[in-house]
Nanobody
């Protein structure tokens, strides 16, 4: 069993930055691949980024490539999402999720564990 808690969201102006954290409980967290998703009001939850268990491989949605960076520290059981050059359209609740590695990292239904989410609001 893995429990995930996101933090680091907030209100920021366009062009600003935030760093989200996803803290996990459970000794086996380092075995899981982790993804970040976001959901804007009235929209479907969408893939943002994912990272392999070792941190050696990362995946990004086209809309965030070059602006967001996913990383992890397995010693701290934490995955991070650095958000730079934020745009108003990045406004959403951001969720982290964990899954067994392998397969399609873009598919939210393959993720087993989810956090409660953290709100990111970007003003223009």
């Amino acid at each position: 069993q893995v429990q995930l808690v996101e933090s680091g969201g907030g209100l920021v102006q366009a062009g600003g930055s935030l760093k989200l954290s996803c803290a996990a409980s459970g000794r086996t967290f380092s075995r899981y691949c982790v993804g970040w998703f976001h959901q804007a009001p009235g929209k479907e939850r969408e893939f943002v980024a994912a990272i392999s268990w070792s941190g050696g491989t990362t995946y990004y949605a086209d809309s965030v490539k070059g602006r967001f960076t996913i990383s992890r520290d397995n010693a701290k059981n934490t995955v991070y999402l650095q958000l730079n050059s934020l745009k108003p359209e990045d406004t959403a609740v951001y969720y982290c999720a964990a899954r067994d590695c392998g397969g399609n990292y873009y598919n939210q239904y393959d993720y087993r564990y989810w956090g409660q989410g953290t709100q990111v609001t970007v003003s223009s």
